[in-house]
């Protein structure tokens, strides 16, 4: 059966329990004397049982949906509790043939695409969540049995006829809709209905639980070293360095070698960069991906793309949008002298004169607690007068505590105070190196930032290194008459909202730099037509504040403007 035949089938099961658990919730509220008797429960249950179980099956359908395993799993598990029961009363209930039925082939369709089911959680989540369920189940069955106990004894002063382990089978029968006994009392049903929504309420929050994992297992070594390996091979994107950060998942292809860096958001799967791989296993390895995201049914969007791949992306029915522009620098071509560089030469020759040097420090030769120590302390500083929250997933870390391939350069007062530094990662195979991280502290001079970068990429072309970059502008260079909605919707984003994200701030910060050349950056999504729950996945994985961070920066920003014109027209 093809791919795509499996899949429509599949789904056409799941949207079935959907719907089935929705009816079977709704004949809960049907009156008694129409159809109570011969729809008692689907499980042969008792009503608020069926509605615990409706509920359970409804939740499980959108996880089967992602092809969870676990959740495949937990539904294989009630089908086969409800064959067994609806077998009992095959003879006596025309209902319940009928349930018979539905479960076995619900079952047989299930287990025959068993192997579609296939998103895993790792071993310890796997482990964490069982043990989770079965304490959760335990824990249930002893607070119904000791509660149901104490309940009955209140409700039956003498005490007799009434035994704990009585009150522990008939706690289970309650809490699973198996007996028809009651506590005698005015309050007995309410208390009874307090045990049974308890109970539920664990066993409900254990399965969210077991069925919350699912993505491929945390990277180890291995994996970060094989990552390594073919970055050095393969890593033409700037920003592919970064796939090494621990805020990635890795994907290693399974026909082909590659490797491709991802987090997700809710029902979104952001990649950072192009799929890591030889040329030629490209479009292999895109394919995989994009299967592995669709039968787990995720929407795939890829940030910071090159114009390299486009052709293949847009082959495989992924939408494209330029999203921005890299400052990509010749370092053979690149000069700062003449009327375009002038600005560059004055600040540099400003942070000269305050005594400012610079230097390499050199971490894989030897480290140097002090010099580190410095950085830190820049960094913090740094980050103490941001005025929102620290990016992530697009952007690398300092990354001191295992530096791999990072270089580092600071800047260094006349009294041997470093003041700020650029962590710089390679990208083109080890051709060029991108200015990841860039801080500086509290008393650093005017000019400082040009003079580290100019310098530093001076010694990779002494080196013999072929490109600098300063990384991607965002939503620059965007046509805003552009015939594609999305990216008239990034340019009305660039020109209204900059009091959030600073874009043409941004921009002009790397311009000053003269940058050889404006290299185009891509967004590509499936479905093609992207949601804005896919926008808001992009935010959020840059910013785990989420939008409300640049709420706050909008609505601060506002308030300093309108300060600053009060004062000004007082």
Excluded at 88 to 116: I, K, Q
Excluded at 264 to 274: E, H, W, Y
Excluded at 282 to 307: H, I, N
Aim: hydrophobic share 40%; charged share 20%; aromatic share 12%.
């Amino acid at each position: 059966m093809k791919q795509t035949v499996r899949i429509k089938v599949e789904n056409g099961m799941i949207l079935f329990l959907a719907v089935l658990s929705v009816v079977l919730f709704g004949l809960t509220f049907v009156p008694a004397w129409t159809v109570e008797y011969r729809v008692m429960t689907f499980l042969e249950m008792g009503r608020m049982v069926q509605r615990a179980f409706s509920v359970i099956l409804f939740f499980l359908s959108f996880q089967l949906k992602k092809r969870k395993h676990s959740a495949w799993k937990i539904t294989v598990f009630v089908l086969v509790l409800s064959i067994l029961r609806c077998m009992a009363e095959l003879r006596e209930s025309p209902t319940h043939r009928l349930a018979f039925a539905v479960n076995l082939l619900l079952l047989v369709g299930f287990a025959a695409f068993r192997t579609d089911f296939c998103c895993p959680a790792s071993k310890r989540s796997r482990q964490q969540a069982l043990a989770l369920f079965g304490a959760s189940l335990a824990g249930t069955l002893v607070n119904a049995g000791l509660g149901y106990h104490y309940l009955k004894l209140a409700s039956q002063p003498d005490g007799t006829g009434v035994s704990l382990w009585q009150s522990f089978c008939e706690g289970a029968g309650m809490i699973f809709g198996m007996t028809s006994d009651t506590i005698a009392g005015p309050w007995g049903q309410r208390a009874e209905s307090l045990i049974f929504w308890f109970s539920w309420g664990c066993l409900l929050a254990a399965v969210l639980y077991a069925v919350r994992p699912w993505l491929e297992a945390p990277s180890d070594s291995r994996d970060i070293q094989h990552a390594r390996t073919l970055l050095h091979l393969y890593g033409k994107n700037p920003c592919s360095y970064l796939t090494l950060e621990e805020d990635k998942t890795l994907y290693f292809g399974k026909t082909v070698d590659g490797v491709i860096p991802y987090g997700t958001v809710d029902d979104t799967v952001i990649v950072n960069g192009d799929p890591v791989c030889a040329d030629g296993d490209f479009g292999v390895l895109l394919a995989e991906f994009r299967q592995f995201c669709q039968k787990s049914a995720y929407k795939l969007f890829f940030l910071g793309l090159t114009d390299e791949y486009l052709e293949e992306y847009k082959k495989q029915g992924f939408g494209i949008v330029k999203a921005g522009e890299e400052a990509r620098f010749k370092l053979s071509d690149y000069e700062i002298s003449g009327k375009k560089g002038a600005k560059m030469r004055m600040n540099i020759n400003h942070a000269v004169k305050a005594g400012i040097t610079i230097k390499e420090y050199r971490i894989s030769e030897k480290r140097d607690p002090k010099i580190e120590e410095g950085l830190m302390r820049v960094s913090e500083e740094w980050l103490s007068e941001k005025k929102s929250g620290l990016l992530t997933f697009t952007m690398g870390t300092v990354g001191l505590e295992n530096p791999m391939d990072r270089r580092y350069f600071y800047a260094e007062t006349a009294e041997g105070k470093i003041v700020a530094f650029v962590v710089f990662v390679p990208f083109l195979a080890g051709n060029g190196y991108m200015a990841d991280v860039t801080r500086h502290g509290k008393d650093a001079p005017g000019g400082v930032m040009e003079t580290i970068i100019y310098q530093a990429f001076q010694a990779f072309r002494e080196e013999g290194i072929g490109y600098g970059s300063l990384g991607v502008a965002p939503l620059t260079g965007l046509d805003g008459k552009s015939a594609n909605p999305i990216e008239k919707l990034l340019r009305f984003v660039y020109d209204n909202l900059n009091a959030c994200y600073g874009f043409r701030d941004l921009y002009r910060a790397k311009e000053k730099y003269s940058p050889t050349e404006w290299v185009p950056s891509y967004y590509a999504y499936l479905p093609k037509v992207p949601t804005p729950d896919m926008f808001y996945a992009v935010v959020k994985i840059q910013n785990p504040q989420g939008i409300m961070d640049y709420v706050r920066s909008f609505l601060k920003e506002r308030f300093q403007r309108k300060q600053k014109n009060e004062k000004k027209n007082g």
